[in-house]
């Protein structure tokens, strides 16, 4: 099958290698792509939101199935486009209709779907500029720390946890009034604190079955120790040693199974990943956002997990036979550490000269690119998020140990990354 990939990050580059592997693939495209991806397949310089210059190529190129890597596409409608096109619709297209990744588009759609679906989720108001006083008198007495969300796509950072009342209505402020994260903060979900440790698990979906991949939890603060600013992640590993096979049973009963069932029952139209950002509070799930499509940096280690081939997987959600796919998983841990620019997540620099990437590529290791491109043959730097190096170990801590050795050679002026990935699972 010829097969296209869409977007350009770490998480794209742990997708072209898992793609690539199945002998069901016989032509990869990513587009754009990077670096990283081209060792996989061959980089169309087409951006993600050209909807019909990719549906150009797909006709050019024979093109059987198509996976979308991030989040814009799938909102802004990729998927409705290709299937409302009959020269275009017969394409497999991994992701969900527009509709459909709504419950990542606006968090007050996802918080009212989970309502109305009985899915064990945090309380919440929410808020735009009509009824903003009534907004600011809630805040005032509410409990605190308190969550609050812009409802739209803000690149990961549209989340504030205000720890006292004032820095609440600051940041209420700020996006209603101030347009902080712009049309995506016109209307803010307000939501309690849950206290507790978090996890990512995903599912691959039709609307009416799924499986289940590797579960992974990601280390969003820049700092160590989870201090300071949040960022698009730092690091992740997989599996979680809290999440037994009680509590994953509890995930599946309590959270994905109503999850699939209600997108089946209110008609949305899903083929594609579903991402549960779930919080374990006390033994029990809750979930804090739904995503729809992979996660990033927790590809990095889910994909290399995976032991069964993904192209498969795509073409049994698409014959609708998933509930008879049984998924195999590499028992290894593995962890991925991130590298990232000086100054990330606030200002930095790019066109920093990379060494040593592609040499940290081995038996145990593979080095994703995310953040870089290609110029006169040197690779550079072209983001906040560098690159991802991921390595299987027997235990969390000797995958740890394993990326941080081979980072010891790879370098970048001002590279930065945190040595304490895993950090509370020391021993597991």
């Given at each position: 099958?010829?097969?296209?990939?869409?977007?350009?990050?770490?998480?794209?580059?742990?997708?072209?290698?898992?793609?690539?592997?199945?002998?069901?693939?016989?032509?990869?495209?990513?587009?754009?792509?990077?670096?990283?991806?081209?060792?996989?397949?061959?980089?169309?310089?087409?951006?993600?939101?050209?909807?019909?210059?990719?549906?150009?190529?797909?006709?050019?190129?024979?093109?059987?199935?198509?996976?979308?890597?991030?989040?814009?596409?799938?909102?802004?409608?990729?998927?409705?486009?290709?299937?409302?096109?009959?020269?275009?619709?017969?394409?497999?297209?991994?992701?969900?209709?527009?509709?459909?990744?709504?419950?990542?588009?606006?968090?007050?759609?996802?918080?009212?779907?989970?309502?109305?679906?009985?899915?064990?989720?945090?309380?919440?108001?929410?808020?735009?500029?009509?009824?903003?006083?009534?907004?600011?008198?809630?805040?005032?007495?509410?409990?605190?720390?308190?969550?609050?969300?812009?409802?739209?796509?803000?690149?990961?950072?549209?989340?504030?946890?205000?720890?006292?009342?004032?820095?609440?209505?600051?940041?209420?402020?700020?996006?209603?009034?101030?347009?902080?994260?712009?049309?995506?903060?016109?209307?803010?979900?307000?939501?309690?604190?849950?206290?507790?440790?978090?996890?990512?698990?995903?599912?691959?979906?039709?609307?009416?079955?799924?499986?289940?991949?590797?579960?992974?939890?990601?280390?969003?603060?820049?700092?160590?120790?989870?201090?300071?600013?949040?960022?698009?992640?730092?690091?992740?590993?997989?599996?979680?040693?809290?999440?037994?096979?009680?509590?994953?049973?509890?995930?599946?009963?309590?959270?994905?199974?109503?999850?699939?069932?209600?997108?089946?029952?209110?008609?949305?139209?899903?083929?594609?990943?579903?991402?549960?950002?779930?919080?374990?509070?006390?033994?029990?799930?809750?979930v804090i956002e739904y995503n729809c499509r992979m996660g990033d940096p927790e590809t990095e280690v889910v994909?290399?997990?995976?032991?069964?081939?993904?192209?498969?997987?795509?073409?049994?959600?698409?014959?609708?036979?998933?509930?008879?796919?049984?998924?195999?998983?590499?028992?290894?841990?593995?962890?991925?550490?991130?590298?990232?620019?000086?100054?990330?997540?606030?200002?930095?620099?790019?066109?920093?000269?990379?060494?040593?990437?592609?040499?940290?590529?081995?038996?145990?290791?593979?080095?994703?690119?995310?953040?870089?491109?290609?110029?006169?043959?040197?690779?550079?730097?072209?983001?906040?998020?560098?690159?991802?190096?991921?390595?299987?170990?027997?235990?969390?801590?000797?995958?740890?140990?394993?990326?941080?050795?081979?980072?010891?050679?790879?370098?970048?002026?001002?590279?930065?990354?945190?040595?304490?990935?895993?950090?509370?699972?020391?021993?597991?």
């Amino acid at each position: 099958m010829n097969i296209l990939l869409i977007g350009s990050g770490g998480r794209e580059h742990a997708l072209a290698l898992k793609i690539k592997q199945s002998p069901l693939c016989k032509q990869l495209f990513i587009a754009p792509g990077n670096p990283g991806t081209a060792q996989h397949g061959v980089n169309v310089e087409i951006q993600s939101s050209d909807f019909r210059a990719l549906g150009s190529f797909c006709l050019e190129k024979g093109i059987n199935i198509m996976v979308v890597g991030p989040e814009d596409p799938l909102v802004n409608g990729i998927y409705d486009f290709f299937k409302s096109d009959p020269l275009l619709s017969d394409i497999i297209v991994v992701g969900p209709s527009a509709k459909a990744a709504q419950l990542e588009g606006s968090k007050a759609f996802a918080k009212s779907f989970m309502d109305r679906h009985g899915i064990p989720t945090a309380s919440y108001r929410e808020f735009s500029i009509s009824n903003f006083e009534e907004g600011v008198e809630y805040l005032k007495g509410h409990s605190l720390p308190v969550v609050l969300k812009a409802d739209g796509l803000a690149a990961g950072k549209g989340v504030v946890i205000a720890e006292t009342h004032e820095d609440a209505l600051g940041a209420f402020e700020d996006m209603i009034k101030l347009s902080k994260f712009g049309k995506a903060s016109e209307r803010v979900v307000i939501e309690s604190f849950l206290s507790g440790v978090e996890l990512s698990v995903f599912a691959l979906t039709n609307g009416k079955e799924f499986v289940l991949l590797p579960e992974a939890k990601d280390y969003k603060r820049i700092g160590e120790g989870d201090k300071g600013l949040n960022t698009g992640g730092m690091g992740a590993i997989s599996p979680v040693p809290f999440a037994d096979k009680a509590f994953m049973q509890k995930v599946l009963d309590k959270v994905v199974q109503p999850t699939i069932k209600g997108i089946d029952e209110d008609g949305l139209v899903y083929d594609g990943f579903v991402f549960f950002g779930l919080i374990k509070v006390g033994d029990e799930p809750f979930v804090i956002e739904y995503n729809c499509r992979m996660g990033d940096p927790e590809t990095e280690v889910v994909m290399p997990r995976l032991a069964s081939d993904v192209v498969e997987m795509f073409i049994a959600m698409d014959q609708g036979n998933l509930s008879q796919y049984e998924v195999k998983v590499d028992p290894r841990s593995a962890a991925t550490v991130v590298l990232v620019s000086g100054g990330y997540p606030e200002t930095f620099e790019k066109g920093k000269k990379i060494d040593g990437l592609d040499q940290a590529n081995d038996q145990n290791t593979l080095a994703f690119h995310a953040g870089v491109v290609e110029h006169e043959g040197l690779l550079l730097s072209n983001g906040g998020r560098v690159a991802a190096i991921t390595s299987f170990g027997n235990t969390i801590q000797e995958a740890v140990d394993n990326s941080l050795k081979k980072i010891k050679n790879i370098r970048f002026d001002k590279m930065t990354y945190r040595k304490d990935i895993g950090y509370e699972f020391v021993g597991f």
